[in-house]
């Protein structure tokens, strides 16, 4: 836990979407079943607000929102059940997804894609190919790639280890960007 999560970010960012001016701010957690889609969200918000924890079946089965203010702004984060989830049909994940986009009106700010430093595939772009089809092929303008885990690698390191990987660099330029999470 991270009582305050500005301060466990270290990030790369790319030509962002200027972002709305006001007070709230929307954010979606993508990723893997187990990747600390929930944990992510409970050290955004600065507290436990969200189920999580190790488990042989996924712990978030749907999408729910949790609200916090912090640094006087209003933040929501909308935690979502994970992409390849054993416990849920397609047309459910579709559902919880869309479901997401609901939980978070006005309208979603941010996707934090979440992946765990060190485990990254192709099946993460594959994921990304799948975002694409679920919210349209402009989402990625307001995907960040979260690694967690970031109390593990070594962060002088990082960019180096990105640039030489040919999966992970293409990703991080397709998105806005990453940013290093130790939950």
């Known amino acids: 836990m991270c009582p305050n999560p ?11 979407a200027p972002q709305q ?19 992510s969200g409970n050290t955004i918000l600065g507290e436990n607000r ?6 042989l079946s996924a712990v978030t089965h749907e999408s ?13 984060v909308i ?15 579709s559902r919880e997804f869309a479901r997401s986009v609901f939980l978070s009106s006005p309208g979603v700010h941010v996707f934090l894609f979440i992946v765990p430093f060190g485990r990254f595939t192709e099946q993460e772009e ?14 990625l303008k ?5 690694f967690t885990y970031g109390d593990e690698c070594i962060r002088e390191r990082m960019e180096a280890e990105i640039d030489g990987n040919d999966v992970v660099s293409r990703v991080v330029q397709s998105c806005q960007g990453y940013h290093v999470l130790n939950n």
């Not at 949790?66 to 929501?76: A, D, K, L, P």
């Open 6 to 16: 500005t301060q466990a970010l270290r990030h790369r960012t790319n030509n962002a």
């Open 21 to 39: 001016n006001n007070n709230n701010i929307n954010i979606v957690l993508l990723g893997k079943t187990g990747v600390g889609k929930s944990s």
């Open 50 to 55: 969200f189920p999580c924890g190790r488990s």
């Open 64 to 76: 729910s929102v949790e609200r916090s203010v912090i640094e006087g702004r209003s933040v929501s």
């Open 79 to 93: 935690d979502t059940p994970g992409f390849f989830s054993t416990n849920l049909s397609q047309e459910q994940l």
């Open 126 to 139: 594959e994921i990304l190919t799948r975002v694409q089809k679920v919210f349209g092929k402009d989402v």
């Open 142 to 146: 307001h995907v960040i790639l979260l």
